[in-house]
C-alpha cells in the first residue's frame, strides 16, 4: 500500500525537469526525518515544521551530531547522488504521457485491490495503531508541509486585529506603581518541580522563598512556537490557531494601549515568536548584551543585568517586564547550567540521548531545574531590593510545558 502511495505521487510530480530534483530533495529530507524520528521518537508534523522553519543556528548547532551526519551521507546524499547521475531516457510528449498513465492506473489498482483484500486487516490495525501513520516517511511529512502552508499562508493580506484599545489603568487612592516581572520557561516540567512533590529537591531556594506555587498548569503545546504565542493571546487552548495568533494583538499590546505600562521583553532563548514584535524587545542569546557567557552558552541570569536603569527610567508608569529563558531547552540539557549547578550524576553529556542512560538524562535535566531555582530565586532577590515589595512587586514563573522529554 505504502509503496503504490509513493509510486503514484512520485509519478504525479514527474517530468523531464523535476524528476531529479524532486528526488534529490526527498532523499535528502526524509535522510534527516528518519534520524530525528529514529533518536528522539518524534513524529514530523506541521508543528514540527514550523518549530524547524522558526528555529535559529544556535539551537540547531545542539541537534548536530556524528550519528545525523552518517545518516545524511549514506541514506540522503549517497543516494541523491546516485540520482543525480544516473541516465534518463525522455520520449516523446505522447508516449512520455502514455506511460505516465499506465503507472497511475497501476498504482491505482494496487491500492484499490489492497483495500479491497485486505480491508478487515486495515481497518482493525489502523483503529488499534492510529499513530502510525504519523511515522511513514516520506508520505508524511511531505503532507505536514502541506498542511503547515495551509494553516500558515493565505491568498489575503494578514490584518492585525486590534484589542483593548480603550483599556485604562485604574488607578487606586494611595496606590504605588506595580514593578511585574514575568519568567517565560522552557521545557521545565511540573513533575520535576520539588515544589509539586518530585522527590529530588529542584527547588530548594524557592522552597525558602515560599511562594506561591500553582501545579496544575498545563500550555497549549510542547513547542515554544506554540505555546509562547497562546500563552499571550486572548484564546484559550481549544481555538488557539497560528493565524489567530498573529492576526490578533496580545495582552502586551492591551497593556500598551494604557499608555500607562511601560513594557520590556528581554529574551535568551530563539525569540519572542511574535509576541513582542510591538514592544521594546532584547536579545540576550549574546555575549554583546548579557554579561553571564561561557562556553558559547548565555546564562539566563545576565537577563538580569540593568534592568535597574530600565526601572529608574520609567518612575512614572507601572513596569511589566517579560524575561524568556533558556531554561531546560534540549536535548542538550547539560549545557543549560554552570558546572557549579552539577549536584545530580552521573549526567547525559552528548546531543545523543540514546547513547545514556534514563538515569543520567534524568540527572542533566534536573540539574538544569536547579539553575533555574537559583535564577529565580535571584529574580525575586532583585525585587526585594525596591519600596513597598511585598505589596506591589511580583515574580512571576510560567512553565510553559508539560513534556514526555
Known amino acids: 500500500m505504502v ?22 530533495a526527498v532523499l535528502i529530507v526524509s535522510s534527516l526525518t528518519a534520524y530525528f524520528m529514529n533518536s528522539y521518537h518524534v513524529v514530523i508534523d506541521a508543528d514540527m515544521i514550523r ?27 549517497l543516494p541523491a547522488y546516485l ?29 484499490g485491490g489492497s483495500l479491497f483484500l485486505f480491508s478487515k486487516h486495515y481497518t482493525s490495525f489502523l483503529r488499534e495503531h492510529k499513530p502510525l501513520r504519523y511515522s511513514v516517511n516520506p508520505t508524511y511529512w511531505i503532507y505536514s508541509i502541506g498542511k503547515y502552508i495551509d494553516a ?10 486590534a484589542i483593548g484599545t480603550d483599556a485604562v489603568v485604574t488607578e487606586e487612592a494611595n496606590s504605588s506603581r506595580k514593578l511585574v516581572i514575568m519568567v517565560v520557561g522552557e521545557a521545565a516540567r511540573a513533575d520535576h518541580f520539588s515544589l509539586n512533590g518530585y522527590g529530588r529537591e529542584t527547588n530548594p531556594l524557592l ?59 528581554r529574551d535568551n532563548n530563539s525569540d519572542s515568536k511574535g509576541v513582542a514584535v510591538r514592544i521594546p524587545y532584547q536579545d540576550f542569546k549574546t555575549p554583546e548584551n548579557n554579561p ?7 546564562r539566563d541570569e545576565g537577563m538580569l543585568a540593568g534592568l535597574d536603569r530600565f526601572i529608574k527610567k520609567h518612575q512614572d508608569k507601572d513596569i511589566m517586564i517579560v524575561l524568556h529563558q533558556m531554561g531546560n531547552h534540549g536535548p542538550a540539557y547539560y549545557k543549560r547550567y554552570p558546572k557549579s549547578f552539577e549536584k545530580f550524576k552521573p549526567v547525559c553529556k552528548t546531543s545523543q540521548l540514546e547513547q545514556c542512560t534514563q538515569q543520567e538524562i534524568t540527572n542533566a535535566y534536573d540539574n538544569a531545574l536547579l539553575y533555574t531555582d537559583y535564577f529565580l ?10 519600596d513597598n515589595t511585598r505589596q506591589n512587586c511580583h515574580a512571576l514563573h510560567q512553565r510553559p510545558r508539560r513534556e514526555s522529554r
Open 207 to 265: 522552597k525558602k522563598a515560599h511562594v506561591i506555587d500553582f501545579s496544575h498548569l498545563s500550555s497549549c503545546g510542547t513547542s515554544t512556537a506554540e505555546s509562547v504565542p497562546c500563552m499571550f493571546s486572548i484564546f484559550n487552548r481549544n481555538n488557539y490557531s497560528y493565524k489567530k495568533g498573529i492576526s490578533t494583538e496580545n495582552v502586551l499590546d492591551l497593556l500598551k494601549h494604557t499608555g500607562k505600562v511601560a513594557l520590556l521583553w
Open 83 to 111: 540520482v543525480y547521475k544516473a541516465p534518463v531516457r525522455y520520449r516523446s510528449l505522447k508516449k512520455e504521457v502514455a506511460a505516465k498513465m499506465k503507472t497511475i492506473l497501476l498504482s491505482l489498482l494496487l491500492i
Open 51 to 77: 518549530n524547524v522553519l522558526q528555529t535559529n543556528l544556535r539551537e540547531s548547532a545542539d541537534l548536530l551530531t556524528l550519528k545525523q551526519v552518517l545518516y545524511l551521507l549514506f541514506l540522503g546524499l
Open 377 to 386: 530565586s535571584k529574580t525575586i532577590d532583585f525585587l526585594k531590593r525596591y
Open 3 to 24: 509503496f503504490a502511495v509513493n509510486l503514484l505521487l512520485f509519478t504525479l510530480l514527474s517530468s523531464r525537469y523535476t524528476t531529479k530534483p524532486v528526488l534529490i
Open 292 to 298: 553571564v557567557c561561557n562556553h558559547g552558552e548565555c
Open 152 to 161: 500558515t499562508f493565505d491568498s489575503g493580506k494578514t490584518t492585525l486585529r
